[in-house]
Structure formats: structure tokens, C-alpha cells
């Protein structure tokens, strides 16, 4: 049975910074694609950071670019997501998934499950 669970969410002033985890059990990170999404209030879900499994290459958002630092830990099956200078528009709920199966593409939300449940991430003018 496939988890994925997302923690290490809160609140945060604008310029600050949060590290998420998101701990896998029933696949190993090293394997397969991880890749974190987040939804705002009354927005769809948008693909933040992804990284592949193999030559570990990354993707970040163009929103996020140069904020945001995507890794992976694999003796401890975990991807996390280091967030930097963090913005009011980063408020969302923050979700990783998994994608087990190889694509071109970068960080396409529908590519991926095993949604956790999510972890809130609220940053404050």
C-alpha cells in the first residue's frame, strides 16, 4: 500500500522560510518521480517542484524559482521541499505525489497520485 505523507506546514511571515517533508512508504523515492503541488482558496492544483527518479533532475515553477529547493533523502525515503523567502501568494495547502511511470513531461498535477493528505502552509503580510 502506496502513502505519502506531507508534514512540516504552518505560519510563517512573509520572507521567512519552512521545510517540508513528504515520507513515502510502499515505494522507494529513489525509484519513481515525487513531485509537490499546492492548492490555494478557490485555485486549481499547480505543480511547484518535481524531481525524477534516476539522475535526480529537478523542476520548479517559475513562481518559485530560486525560493524554492526540491530534494531527496533516500536512506530515509523522504523528498522534502525547502522553502525560502516565502511570500503571501505561497498560501496554500502543499501536497506531494508520486508518478510510476516515465514522461517527458515536467510537473503536470494529473500525472501523479498518492495524494496525501496535505499540509497548510499560511504566510502572513
Known amino acids: 500500500d502506496v502513502q505519502l505523507q506531507a508534514s512540516g506546514g504552518g505560519l510563517v511571515q512573509a520572507g521567512g522560510s519552512l521545510r517540508l517533508s513528504c515520507a513515502a512508504s510502499?515505494?522507494?523515492?529513489?525509484?519513481?518521480?515525487i513531485g509537490w503541488f499546492r492548492q490555494a482558496p478557490g485555485k486549481g492544483r499547480e505543480g511547484v517542484s518535481c524531481?525524477?527518479?534516476?539522475?535526480?533532475?529537478?523542476y520548479s515553477a517559475d513562481s518559485v524559482k530560486g525560493r524554492f529547493t526540491i530534494s531527496s533523502d533516500n536512506a530515509k525515503n523522504t523528498v522534502y521541499l525547502l522553502m525560502d523567502s516565502l511570500k503571501p501568494e505561497d498560501t496554500a495547502v502543499y501536497y506531494c505525489a508520486v508518478r510510476r511511470y516515465p514522461s517527458d513531461s515536467d510537473c503536470e498535477p494529473w500525472e501523479y497520485d498518492n495524494w496525501g493528505q496535505g499540509t497548510l502552509v499560511t504566510v502572513s503580510s
Open positions: 510502499g515505494i522507494r523515492v529513489d525509484r519513481y518521480a
Open positions: 524531481i525524477r527518479s534516476g539522475d535526480g533532475s529537478t
